[in-house]
């Protein structure tokens, strides 16, 4: 019975640490990141916004939005490029294995040139 009590006990405490102390815990770091996002913003991005704007000729505002966005999408850019840049060097490979490997009697079996369309089930 007494162990039974202490794990009852056990169990509301972890509850009350759950419930009631994780989430002011969670929100205090919560305000540390969005802090430290804007003291980085602020000491690195925003020098270097204005600097290219300048060089640009851009007015702030718009230099704003248009490098934030360019900023934004370089990654996907990248990737996208790489990703391409890779899936020509594997179909390269793919093809010249391919052709090596068909008969002579230019057999398409596989192939989907020789399929009719024009059947209905």
Known sequence: NSANNNNTLQYHIRTIA????????????????FRLLAT????????????????LGLPPRFAGATLLALGNGSPDLGSTVNAIGLWKDDGAKNNSNDNNNHNDNNDSSGDYDDYDCDDDP
């Open 40 to 55: 980085t913003a602020d000491r690195y991005f925003s020098p270097a916004l204005e600097s290219f704007s300048f060089e």
């Open 18 to 33: 759950i419930y009631v102390l994780l989430p002011p815990l969670l929100l205090l770091y919560l305000l540390l990141l």
